[in-house]
């Protein structure tokens, strides 16, 4: 067993790299407790399961363009405003920002507050926009 490992190393290396690069998206979607969300599997949660839409991007940001039927908590303001989602406690929460960083700590005070079905977007409205769905202005 130890000679077969010494004179194949390389591949051994190569195939436990591999198998990592497989898994980094997994876990990279778990990091923190916080699922991410593609914008497709977002669309289908949105539709299958009712899933609500917070934006926590500034005014500014959000005025610019966000996804239709979105709630409006910029993260600034998210700890003091966090009561008026207990109504949707038992559907999943979507949290979304500009490229997907910001989400993660306004997901963790979800998580804290007892919501058990809350995700991130990955990548935010940006990746929400390069997928082709819709922004809107209302």
């Not at 500034?58 to 989602?85: A, C, M, W, Y």
């Amino acid at each position: 067993m130890i000679r077969f490992v010494t004179d194949n190393y390389l591949w051994i290396a190569t195939a436990l790299v591999s198998g990592a690069l497989l898994l980094w998206p997994s876990i990279r979607g778990r990091a923190g407790g916080v699922a991410s969300l593609s914008p497709v599997q977002a669309t289908l949660l949105i539709n299958r399961e009712d899933a609500v839409l917070v934006d926590i991007r500034e005014q500014d940001e959000f005025v610019r363009g966000h996804i239709p039927n979105s709630r409006h908590i910029p993260l600034t303001q998210f700890e003091k405003r966090i009561g008026e989602l207990d109504p949707f406690k038992g559907r999943p929460v979507i949290i979304n920002c500009h490229s997907g960083h910001r989400s993660h700590s306004a997901c963790g005070a979800l998580r804290r507050r007892g919501f058990e079905k809350v995700f991130s977007l990955d990548g935010g409205v940006s990746a929400w926009e390069q997928a082709g769905l819709p922004l809107t202005t209302r």
